[in-house]
């Protein structure tokens, strides 16, 4: 019974996102922005492009899903949606987990995906693409799950975007560190694992965490 | 043979923004009952059915909920029908009504669009609809998931007469089937019912 409202929700909030275009553009806009803007600030060093690489691909990630937290609960909260979930049988914070889980799927797992093909720009080394798939893919879950939380704080001011960002990005510096330190795997053979096991343990960290914080705060806001 | 729904609330006061709403209500409501809240703008009507519906928490008094299931809290088994939709413009109607009855773990019926006559807007998108047709639309969310409490905030809003009629045989239904509905209103709602609450008594 559970399921059918977890499945009912995802639906909903992927159909919402075809339907409006949502985030998605509008990050891989600023995406797309940073990558080309980038090589123009910087000078054409080719050498000094590809080791800047990946730590640039990961702020604009990183930055780019923070645009889009705002909005998480917002629509929800206004239109009094979030009034009749609080009164089902779905544990709160299942819907929080649920709809962060559904903003990944529809902004930060595209983003992930798009992202390291985009470094080209940035004169990537090819071999390193699929470690910055595998560190991106896993990161961007945590970034989707701390986004919740800054998007349940602001769910009813109208300009939440700023103070989401402050809110947030300390949370997000953790998976900004162990994410770079991952995809610059130029150390050894192996060195990428110790950061993308810690990387893996902020995911399960977030995943335990983000859905109280959340749910506890859109709760005081519906008070 | 299962006892009669009984909801009773006693000396229920609430705050909000520090400011105290209303103190030391007191109802009794059985199966089968309905009660009108009435008031003036900002006497607590809609407080009131919030608190009722879990949204908020009352700042002295209780609200017991007799007989009903159990393990089920009161919201659990309650409809609220506020003033905001709940409803996503985006998506069609039937997508709209399809999404709050697999949410609430319940089934699409055909009753459900007839309840308010919205099957020939079915593939609408929400956006498109009226503000009389939004309101049948929310108000038709009574329908695809059995709840024994109906909290009904201004119901009659927009509705033309012969919503009103439907709104009417849908609560007389409820009402004969062993349910119980609070609705707060300022005009007449067509039914007989058997207690009404005045807000404003209630400083």
Known sequence: ?223 | MPQPLRLKAENLACERGGRLVFSNVNFTLNAGELMELRGANGSGKSSLLRLLAGLNTPADGTVHFENGIADFTLAEQAHYIGHVEANKPALSVIENLKFWANFLESELNENSLAAFKLEALASDRTLLLSAGQRRRLSLSRLTIAPRSVWLLDEPTVGLDAASLLNLQKLIKKHLKCGGMAIAATHTELGIKSTHELHMDKTP
């Open chain 1, 1 to 223: 019974m559970t399921q059918q409202s977890i499945r009912a929700l995802i639906n909903r909030d992927i159909a919402l996102a075809r339907a409006q275009g949502g985030g998605l553009g509008a990050a891989l806009g600023f995406i797309l922005a940073v990558m080309v803007l980038v090589p123009l600030a910087l000078g054409p060093d080719q050498a000094l492009l590809q080791r800047l690489a990946p730590g640039m691909m990961w702020l604009a990630l990183l930055l780019s899903v923070l645009l889009t937290a705002d909005r998480m609960f917002q629509q929800d909260y206004e239109d009094g949606s979030l009034d009749v979930m609080l009164m089902g049988h779905l544990p709160f914070e299942l819907v929080t987990l649920t709809k962060a889980i559904a903003h990944w799927l529809t902004v930060s797992l595209p983003l992930a995906i798009i992202t390291p093909p985009l470094g080209l720009l940035l004169n990537i080394d090819t071999a390193q693409l699929p470690i910055l798939w595998l560190s991106m893919i896993l990161g961007s879950l945590a970034l989707s799950l701390l986004a919740s939380i800054g998007g349940a704080v602001t769910a009813g001011l109208r300009r939440g975007g700023l103070l989401v960002s402050l809110l947030i990005l300390p949370l997000y510096v953790p998976v900004l560190i162990f994410g770079v330190a991952a995809s610059t795997a130029n150390l050894g053979p192996n060195s990428s694992t110790p950061a993308l096991i810690m990387l893996s343990a902020l995911t399960l960290m977030s995943l335990v965490v983000a859905p109280w914080a959340s749910a506890a705060a859109l709760r005081a806001y519906l008070r």
